[in-house]
């Protein structure tokens, strides 16, 4: 049973930075693909970043050359470093993985395993 925590989130002013963490528990693999997502109230869960096996990743086209996606395998942990912070990347910030090897798809269905979420709130 693969469980993932998120923590990190908090209030900041924009232009400020906050980094998350999603600690993953359980039978995972370290090449199995991980994911950020984030939800903002009245919204769809949106796929923010992924990162799967040899350290591959992909953005979402808001958030390129602001966010990076990294993960520490000897301590089975996601990180998500967003900087440059504006209030629409206001959310709740979530971890995700589909067990699989490569990030297929960005689709919020195709991810079984959620963490339980964390929120992110920028202020103008």
């Known amino acids: 049973q693969v469980q993932l925590v998120e923590s990190g989130g908090g209030s900041v002013q924009a232009g400020g930075s906050l980094t998350l963490s999603c600690a993953a528990s359980?039978?995972?693999?370290?090449?199995?693909?991980l994911a950020w997502f984030r939800q903002a109230p009245g919204k769809e869960r949106e796929g923010v970043a992924f990162?799967?096996?040899?350290?591959?990743?992909q953005y979402t086209d808001s958030v390129k050359g602001r966010f990076t996606i990294s993960r520490d395998n000897a301590k089975n942990t996601l990180y998500l470093q967003m900087n440059s912070l504006k209030p629409e990347d206001t959310a709740m910030y979530y971890c995700?993985?589909?067990?699989?090897?490569?990030?297929?798809?960005?689709?919020?269905?195709?991810?079984?395993?959620w963490g339980q979420g964390t929120q992110v709130t920028v202020s103008s």
């Open positions: 359980g039978n995972i693999d370290k090449r199995d693909c």
């Open positions: 990162t799967w096996r040899g350290g591959a990743s």
């Open positions: 995700a993985t589909n067990l699989q090897y490569v990030c297929y798809s960005t689709s919020s269905i195709d991810f079984s395993i």
